[in-house]
């Protein structure tokens, strides 16, 4: 409870920051909206010309707890004897070139993982440094199943979304949810934060995804860009309702500290909170940094040749749609998992 009431302050002038004049009195700006769209639309065009790795580390930790989470929780994990504000850390590194993905992490055996998309195929190997061994273990032709398209877009998804922080809300790059009607802006107006002029926008999105077992609503939505800044996001945050298990909550995310790849802001650094909207006083803390490390990612880099494997002649699919479920781990980023199961005890 303490670090909450620290943390209080902090957000606070972050609200403050961006939210110059009440939200109230702030009235829509339809030029504003137009210009929003527009131009987050331009800047996503620039994507495909981006190419740079970048070292992710990513904690979770129960950041604080409200006397009911205690009152309800506190005789379980004594019994298990588990620290319930122990943090969790992942880490991992990602590559795109374009439409190019990689996401690689070291396993606990000290062998390294990848899982890699290009434009012809995708594939998941196992490399041991130890006895410098390398085991294919999926690899798969695109253009043939769009149920395997569709699933293999989405995992490699999830690593690019992490380092296109600047440009991603939830699981979509910003300028995907846009495009879709389940998008609705409600206002768009201009907001100062100190010499630099941002705008906030407040917006609904409904999400019902089956393929993906994806459906929610997002509601009380606002997120704060920088127009200077190719639209980079600063802030978001919104309340969320998932049908699947009927729960809602609270989340706010903070970006800073960006780097500039061709011209695109690269986040840094990026602050999620979540609490359950019943329990306001029980709140979880991701924060993920992003280091990047190289420029221009070499093609042949998201091939099999270059981890000393041939490449693959393509007959029968063997692998199937399920199995692109089970490696759903190799980005080493199931924090959602971990979130979802700690709220679900408050």
Same mark, same amino acid.
């Given at each position: 409870?303490?670090?909450?009431?620290?943390?209080?302050?902090?957000?606070?002038? =972050?609200?403050?920051?961006?939210?110059?004049?009440?939200?109230?009195?702030?009235?829509?700006?339809? %030029?504003?909206?137009?210009?929003?769209?527009?131009?987050?639309?331009?800047?996503?065009?620039?994507?495909?010309?981006?190419?740079?790795?970048?070292?992710?580390?990513?904690?979770?930790?129960?950041? @604080?707890?409200?006397?009911?989470?205690?009152?309800?929780?506190?005789?379980?994990?004594?019994?298990?004897?588990?620290?319930?504000?122990?943090?969790?850390?992942?880490?991992?590194?990602?590559?795109?070139?374009?439409?190019?993905?990689?996401?690689?992490?070291?396993?606990?055996?000290?062998?390294?993982?990848?899982?890699?998309?290009?434009?012809?195929?995708?594939?998941?190997?196992?490399?041991?440094?130890?006895?410098?061994?390398?085991?294919?273990?999926?690899?798969?032709?695109?253009?043939?199943?769009?149920?395997?398209?569709?699933?293999?877009?989405?995992?490699?998804?999830?690593?690019?979304?992490?380092?296109?922080?600047?440009?991603?809300?939830? @699981?979509?790059?910003?300028?995907?949810?846009? %495009?879709?009607?389940?998008?609705?802006?409600?206002?768009?107006?201009?907001?100062?934060?100190?010499?630099?002029?941002?705008?906030?926008? %407040?917006?609904?999105?409904? =999400?019902?995804?089956?393929?993906?077992?994806?459906?929610?609503?997002?509601?009380?939505?606002?997120?704060?860009?920088?127009?200077?800044?190719?639209?980079?996001?600063?802030?978001?945050?919104?309340?969320?309702?998932?049908?699947?298990?009927?729960?809602?909550?609270?989340?706010?995310?903070?970006?800073?500290?960006?780097?500039?790849?061709?011209?695109?802001?690269?986040?840094?650094?990026?602050?999620?909170?979540?609490?359950?909207?019943?329990?306001?006083?029980?709140?979880? %803390?991701?924060?993920?940094?992003?280091?990047?490390?190289?420029?221009?990612?070499?093609?042949?880099?998201?091939?099999?040749?270059?981890?000393?494997?041939?490449?693959?002649?393509?007959?029968?699919?063997?692998?199937?749609?399920?199995?692109?479920?089970?490696?759903?781990?190799?980005?080493?980023?199931?924090?959602?998992?971990?979130?979802?199961?700690?709220?679900?005890?408050?």
């Amino acid at each position: 409870m303490c670090y909450l009431i620290a943390m209080k302050p902090l957000l606070a002038i =972050v609200l403050l920051l961006v939210t110059s004049c009440p939200s109230w009195a702030q009235e829509d700006n339809p %030029e504003l909206r137009k210009q929003f769209l527009r131009g987050v639309e331009e800047t996503a065009r620039n994507f495909d010309n981006l190419s740079f790795r970048a070292k992710c580390v990513r904690t979770t930790q129960l950041a @604080a707890v409200s006397e009911k989470w205690k009152a309800k929780n506190a005789e379980q994990f004594a019994k298990k004897q588990k620290d319930p504000h122990r943090v969790r850390t992942r880490k991992f590194d990602v590559a795109i070139r374009g439409p190019l993905g990689l996401a690689s992490r070291i396993r606990k055996s000290g062998n390294i993982s990848f899982g890699v998309r290009n434009g012809v195929y995708a594939f998941a190997l196992e490399q041991s440094p130890e006895n410098e061994r390398t085991t294919l273990q999926f690899v798969e032709k695109l253009g043939v199943d769009p149920a395997i398209d569709a699933r293999v877009a989405e995992l490699e998804g999830k690593p690019r979304n992490i380092i296109m922080a600047s440009f991603t809300i939830g @699981a979509k790059l910003l300028s995907q949810q846009i %495009e879709s009607d389940a998008f609705s802006i409600q206002r768009a107006y201009a907001v100062s934060a100190g010499d630099r002029e941002l705008v906030r926008v %407040e917006y609904e999105y409904h =999400v019902d995804e089956p393929v993906q077992g994806r459906k929610y609503r997002v509601t009380n939505s606002f997120l704060v860009c920088d127009p200077a800044q190719q639209w980079a996001l600063i802030e978001y945050g919104g309340t969320s309702y998932n049908y699947r298990d009927e729960s809602t909550t609270v989340h706010h995310t903070v970006l800073r500290n960006r780097e500039l790849i061709d011209g695109i802001p690269i986040a840094m650094r990026a602050s999620t909170t979540i609490s359950p909207y019943d329990d306001p006083g029980t709140m979880i %803390e991701t924060v993920t940094t992003i280091d990047v490390t190289d420029h221009d990612i070499p093609k042949e880099e998201f091939y099999l040749s270059f981890y000393g494997l041939p490449e693959p002649n393509f007959g029968e699919t063997w692998f199937g749609t399920w199995g692109w479920y089970l490696i759903g781990g190799i980005a080493c980023i199931a924090v959602g998992v971990i979130i979802k199961s700690r709220l679900s005890e408050s």
